[in-house]
């Protein structure tokens, strides 16, 4: 491809493994690890089932076999470069295609820099957009929708073979978290007064299909060491786990995704109930997105918009998940203000933030 020019920076922070992965038709092919994936090396087409690793966190990959290292570098253009035989140049050219990426080279400034517009100023409070992927890579819904030919059948979250029952609906914790009557009832939600979730409000957790397999706690006593925030059921596989989805799932075509079970009923009560719940930070040390997650998203979304908390941590897991699912289908995560929740604000500030 002579005379086309290629950012290599811009490739790396745009483009992640996952997607070459999907482009490729390998993702059913690995086993999830908590940095991202592991298998046979697709490259020189190994055997060994952990020779192979992939870390979304820091879009790296590493052979431990037989391929060259130091020659195809460990990121995304090498990868590339390694599975068509290619230079990196002529590698990150393909990727450009792929992806609709600019080969253009920036017009010069007369002082020999790159001649950039100066961004526009964001009008406050509008949201800042920290992502907006245009869509899937070809066949990548496909991929996502179907399971590998060999992966093992994985435990599911049992249906719980009971209700709680007499629960309050009428705790003042409501009233002062501003949650209304009527989403109290749509929730299912209560303060229990015995048992496991003694003193707390709690939430009820369904699976995809519907079932009740469990009861999250939110306490409203002070915040110790033995009485946590948050308590989850025992037992539970949280990342089989999207609150809400089940009644969500075939709705609509976008889908709002909040860290927390308040959150979600913030925006819902604002007049967006085509939203899901991660179980975030406070809840599973880790507010990010699973691969179960993604292939629910995946199979019932075409879009998604990250509504994340404004926090360090929060912005940091909209910016992963969001390069998770950009292989998968249209993704824009907005920002909100430093240090806030979407349950943080009035349904009117919700509505001017989702109102894009």
Known sequence: MPGKWVDFKTIKEKISMEMVLVHYGLLNSLKQTPQGFKGPCPVHRGKHPNQFHVDTKKNRWNCFGGCDMEKFEGHVIGFVAAMEGVDLREAALMIAEWYGLSTERPAQSKSGGSRRAAPAPSPAPSPAVTADAPGPAPAAREVMATPAADAPEEPENKELTFQLKNLSPDHPF????????????????????RGLMKDRIVFPIHRYDGKLIGYLGRTVNEITDENPKWLLPPGLIKPKVLFNFHRVAGVADLVIIVEGPLDLVAVHQAGFPNVVALLGKELIEDASLSYDQLRLIA??????????????????????????????????????????????????????????
């Open 299 to 356: 199979r019932n979304f075409s879009k998604a918009v990250l509504l994340l908390d404004g926090d360090e941590d929060g912005q940091e897991a909209a910016r992963r998940i969001a390069g998770r699912q950009a292989a998968f289908l249209w993704v824009r995560a907005l920002t909100l203000p430093e240090g806030k929740d979407p349950s943080d604000l009035e349904p009117g500030a919700l509505r001017q933030f989702l109102s894009f």
């Open 174 to 193: 409501f009233k002062d978290r501003g949650i209304t009557p009527e989403a109290v009832k749509l929730f299912g939600l209560g303060f229990c007064s």
